[in-house]
């Protein structure tokens, strides 16, 4: 069976701060995609990232980062020097190679004030 | 840039109405999806549809049906809305799985309340 778990369900931090949202996965398949998403209160699910099960590399992009560790089966994202629109609901989900479906996390909330 | 459009983002419907909620995308994918989302539940997938007039059900298929008559088009249907109906309703597509590309883009998303 395949899981995601965001164990953090809300986190609140001070514009600037770097925050870290965690994401742990189960699946027994070889091949498997992972994502994040974020939801900003307007409600829309906008894709942020997808790494595969083979490539391990760490992923920059500006202020995000994202950790793949297959090791501790975690895909854990990064927002350095937070801003006030970083504020959303951050949903990772995971895809075992061959099936359409995605399998979300309940998300976290992460509230930045200014 | 992908677009996935829904009918309407605000919906009061009566208990016993038939509802239809429309999804349309704009880029040719293959498999569309209908996901409920409830604070504390997380996203969770009612239908989806890997081909027009194919479809399958999801973990939460109970209360609702679908049709995808042409590509573009996938509607989800509450045959008799009720009150535990009320809910976010979210549709996305995505490219078939075989993509190297393949996410999940997402539309705006439908607040159904039941009353």
């Known amino acids: 069976a395949q899981k995601v778990t965001q164990a953090q369900t809300e986190i609140s931090v001070v514009e600037k701060e770097d925050v870290t949202l965690d994401c742990v996965y189960e699946?027994?398949?070889?091949?498997?995609?992972l994502f994040w998403y974020k939801q900003p209160p307007s409600g829309e699910l906008v894709f942020l990232i997808r790494r595969n099960s083979f490539d391990e590399q760490n992923e920059i992009s500006g202020r995000y980062s994202w950790n793949f560790q297959k090791s501790t089966s975690s895909f854990n994202f990064t927002i350095t020097a937070s801003q006030v629109v970083d504020s959303a609901v951050y949903f990772c989900a995971l895809r075992r190679g061959g099936s359409e479906k995605l399998v979300f996390g309940k998300g976290t909330k992460l509230t930045v004030n200014p | 840039d992908v677009k996935v459009t829904q009918s309407s983002r605000y919906l009061v419907k009566r208990t016993g109405e038939k509802v239809f909620l429309e999804c349309v995308q704009d880029?040719?994918?293959?498999?569309m999806f209908w996901y409920r989302q409830d604070p504390g539940l997380g996203l969770r997938l009612i239908y989806f549809?890997?081909?027009?007039?194919?479809?399958e059900k999801g973990d939460i298929p109970e209360g609702y049906s679908v049709s995808r008559e042409k590509k573009e088009r996938f509607s989800l249907i509450l045959e008799s809305a009720s009150t535990n109906q009320t809910s976010m309703y979210l549709c996305a597509s995505s490219l078939t799985s075989t993509s190297p590309s393949y996410e999940q883009y997402f539309g705006p998303g439908t607040r159904l309340t039941v009353t």
């Open positions: 880029m040719d994918h293959e498999n």
């Open positions: 699946t027994r398949d070889t091949t498997y995609y």
């Open positions: 549809s890997y081909d027009v007039k194919m479809k």
